[in-house]
């Protein structure tokens, strides 16, 4: 069963770093693209990021580029999204999700197949 599970949210002030994890299970990361998406409640889930090993590949979007970097431990069989200068609109509920691989539309969420439950990032001015 493919699970991802997210983690690593929580309150921060402006300025400060977080690095979230997503844990996955029943795949081996390595061999999958997995991304990074936020939303807020009325707005669309955004695409932050998407890492794809096999291709050799990642991709941010310009509204976080600069101050996120994705990663994977294939030990820990885990995919990290390290943010920096957090700024109070990055509040919002953070989610990993899978897809094949990442691609061009690597933002367009209904590529990806499974999701995480999401974890909270709350950044206080």
């Known amino acids: 069963e493919v699970q991802l599970v997210e983690s690593g949210g929580g309150l921060v002030q402006a300025g400060g770093s977080l690095r979230l994890s997503c844990a996955a299970s029943g795949f081996t990361v390595d061999d999958y693209a997995v991304g990074w998406f936020r939303q807020v409640p009325g707005k669309d889930r955004e695409g932050i990021s998407c890492?794809?090993?096999?291709?050799?590949?990642?991709w941010y979007s310009d509204s976080v580029k600069g101050r996120v970097t994705t990663s994977t431990d294939n030990a820990k069989n885990t995919v990290y999204l390290q943010v920096d200068n957090l700024r109070p609109e990055d509040t919002a509920i953070y989610y990993c999700a899978r897809r094949h691989a990442c691609g061009t539309l690597w933002y367009d969420r209904d590529f990806y197949g499974y999701w995480g439950q999401g974890t909270q990032v709350t950044v206080s001015s």
């Open positions: 890492i794809d090993n096999s291709e050799g590949s990642t």
